[in-house]
């Protein structure tokens, strides 16, 4: 009967149009569902078997604030977030994935916490000279990549179709591929390539200097935010309320500091102007 019930107020929160009222009902039940989808620094199980990353620390973090003490993760893979949130999975995609325009009509946005660069992982010494989508396409690298990243359309701009490029599960894997030699470079987020190459003490490969890659034509920095479904507008009003006190107390960046970002990846940019 209570799943009945819970059923009939989504239905009727989503018609009224009225913000919806998910977060009276983790106020109630004491625990938000996160999804998420194994990528480090942004969210992962790790060695001890404890939910952590960048994403996890701030919702730990802001739903306490907001009367919901308890996380619960939910992992999955990157591409089945926005469809495990629309279905009702969980309640908060918590994986530091990009806005961008497509996602925007099936999400709500947060404001992004970050804004990044991307960076590649190569064979040490770069003996190819790969600093940029330019240089893979002209150079006729291997390249690789993470199922469902932004990456892939940054390589389609300068012409590397998605059936031309490996796409593999997560940084590591893709590590793994360049030293064995099944791409000549990896590609993904600067502060994700950095931390792989280091925490793994690679003696094969390097990370390049971070770039600007571009879309539609123009330098498009990435950033990252939670994402809830479409009707939840209270939730994510209250979510940004918080979110942006920690990046004026600098409580947000000393998080994310603790996970490899550095100052110039903290942005004040807002979900709105990401969309539009």
Sequence with gaps: MLGATTACSRVSSADAGDGGDLLERLKAQGTVKLGLAGEQPYSYIDKDGELTGTSPEIARTIFKRLGVPKVQPFPTEFNSLIPGLNSQQFDVVAAGMYITPDRCKQVLFADPEYEMRDAFIVRKGNPKNLHNYEDVKKSGAKLATG??????????????????????????????????????????????????????????????????????????????????????????????????????????????KGFGFIEEEMTDMTAKERCA
């Design 147 to 256: 199922t469902g990243y932004a990456e892939i359309g940054y390589a389609a701009e300068v012409g590397i179709k998605e059936s031309e490029i490996l796409l593999l599960p997560d940084q590591l894997a893709g590590l793994l591929a360049v030293e064995q030699g099944r791409a000549d470079v990896f590609t993904g987020t600067a502060v994700t390539v950095r931390n792989v190459v280091r925490q793994t003490k690679s003696k094969k490969a390097e990370f390049t200097a971070a770039f600007t890659p571009k879309l539609d034509g123009k330098p498009d920095l990435g950033t990252g935010a939670f994402a809830f479904r479409s009707v939840e507008t209270k939730l994510r009003d209250a979510f940004n309320r918080e979110l942006h006190k920690m990046k004026k107390s600098g409580e947000l960046f000393r998080i994310m």
